[in-house]
């Protein structure tokens, strides 16, 4: 899949989120199905969160020529072979602790998660270009002096070494995976709202 086509994917995937949130209180938004899960509001901070300060961020970095000291020439960890080859996330609920660095806030309201969305899209918007030239089939092929950013690599920490477009293609495809997770959310609330 090319950069336009994960671009495409990426906004149409947005849009339902953007379109569900309409639909929803903020009552909804902060409800947690148990103490140790997120709501829904916690979920979509997640989203907007790991695009800006990590995947988007990293996917900048592997371009940057000059590098930063997170740059590498690192290579991808089997499940990170395994997930840009089937091109999404296995259905399976991923569960981490609860903790200050890794479990989000709560939204303050949903005016905040649309825009978070929004600025997310933008960003992508104008990162594509930039990673579209650089891994240009044709580009890499002769691989020209100075298109050695395409092997500059940032660590996941489950996936391993990620490139600029493997970063970008990560955020289309986390997206899309946590579509599973607002269902259950939704699922849960309906049944304990009736």
């Known amino acids: 899949m090319d950069t336009k086509e994960t671009l495409r994917k990426f906004e149409e995937t947005v849009s339902v989120y953007i379109r569900e949130l309409d639909g929803s209180s903020l009552d909804q938004l902060l409800w947690k199905p148990a103490e140790d899960e997120w ?44 997930l840009f080859k089937t091109g999404s996330f296995p259905p399976d609920r991923i569960r981490v602790p609860p903790s200050p660095q890794y479990t989000p806030p709560q939204p303050e309201s949903k005016e905040q998660l649309v825009g ?19 891994f240009d089939p044709v580009t890499q092929v002769r691989l020209e002096p100075g298109k050695e950013i395409v092997r500059n ?42």
């Not at 988007?56 to 020529?65: G, H, I, T």
């Not at 978070?116 to 650089?134: C, H, K, N, Q, Y």
């Not at 995976?177 to 849960?188: F, N």
């Open 39 to 82: 709501s829904l509001g916690q979920m979509y901070m997640h989203l907007i969160r790991s695009a800006q300060f990590m995947q988007l961020r990293n996917a900048a970095l592997c371009l940057e020529p000059g590098g930063s000291p997170e740059v590498s020439r690192a290579g991808k960890t089997k499940p990170g072979e395994d």
């Open 116 to 134: 978070g969305l929004r600025d997310t899209v933008r960003r992508m918007v104008e990162i594509e270009p930039t990673i579209a030239s650089e």
């Open 153 to 194: 690599t940032v660590l996941h920490p489950r996936f391993g070494g990620l490139n600029a477009l493997e970063w970008f293609r990560l955020i289309e495809m986390h997206y899309r995976h946590h579509l599973l997770q607002k269902m259950r959310l939704d699922d849960a609330w309906r049944e304990a709202h009736g």
